[in-house]
């Protein structure tokens, strides 16, 4: 009868820790690296649900070039360096070290803020929650929204061919 329950009490144990395995969350003063990704902890975190024009990408405002994937990393830049962020670890490749993760600042998504005020598009690979705040941009004309742009995964698969060529 002991060993029966001993039995039953180790199952519930390692089912109920299963359950309640706890979530990764990475916190601390962040500072911003690309377009789309931040230091924290010493580890690089890409934002979760979000593509943002390359460092390298121009985008065209009146015929012009701007830089536009430059100009998206100085504002995540701008807005975490030095600053608490949160993030909540969603993919953690170790062979690649890559985090992917949904990080806040006061509350407030920064993917969302990206998209919101026209530095990045949602990845709809990922999600939809942020077609909202991309439609208000385009509509407003905010960041990439105000040129001419190539969408950035189109614009890296375009790079890499061309890298292929001889």
Not at 152 to 157: A, G, H, L, M
Request: hydrophobic share 40%; charged share 25%.
């Amino acid at each position: 009868m002991k060993l029966r329950l001993l039995v039953i009490l180790v199952v519930c144990s390692v089912a109920l820790s299963s359950a309640l395995r706890a979530e990764t969350i990475l916190s601390g003063t962040a500072a911003g690296l690309d377009e789309d990704s931040i230091a924290l902890q010493g580890q690089r975190v890409r934002l979760w649900g979000i593509d943002a024009p390359a460092v390298e990408q121009t985008c065209k405002r009146g015929g012009k070039p701007w830089t536009c994937g430059r100009d998206a990393a100085r504002a995540l830049s701008h807005l975490v360096t030095g600053k608490t962020v949160r993030c909540l670890v969603i993919v953690e490749d170790k062979l690649r070290r890559l985090i992917v993760g949904d990080c806040t600042l006061g509350g407030e998504s920064l993917s969302r803020w990206m998209v919101r005020n026209g530095w990045a598009v949602m990845n709809p690979r990922q999600t939809d929650a942020y077609a909202k705040e991309q439609a208000e941009a385009k509509e407003a004309n905010r960041g990439i929204w105000s040129s001419e742009f190539e969408m950035p995964w189109d614009w890296r698969i375009r790079q890499r061919m061309k890298g292929k060529q001889p």
